[in-house]
């Protein structure tokens, strides 16, 4: 699927808001490798939902980029992705305050 089928298949579906659209964003063409961290828990930067643990769980987040976290790493990893990890995300270099 390509940006533009994407953008026609998710106005077709209406969303009520960015939150919807954002959950059918990642329904059609999967999580974004741009994440955000909380306790331990990992979430899509797009449509907030838990997709990892680092506690008890397992993620292998060695494609992922951060939020905020502006790493060299995150640096790497931000130059391969997509446009599929960055629509309707976050800039995950920008600085959070």
Request: aromatic share 8%; hydrophobic share 30%.
């Amino acid at each position: 699927m390509n940006k533009k089928e994407l953008l026609e298949k998710i106005k077709v579906l209406n969303p009520e808001d960015d939150a919807q659209r954002n959950k059918f964003a990642c329904l059609l063409i999967g999580h974004s490798k741009i994440i955000t961290t909380r306790f331990g828990y990992i979430q899509c930067a797009r449509c907030d939902e838990q997709i990892g643990d680092a506690l008890g769980g397992y993620f292998n987040g060695s494609k992922s980029v951060i939020v905020g976290h502006n790493c060299e790493k995150c640096k790497e990893n931000d130059k391969l992705c997509t446009w599929k990890d960055k629509i309707f995300c976050p800039d995950p270099l920008k600085e959070v305050e």
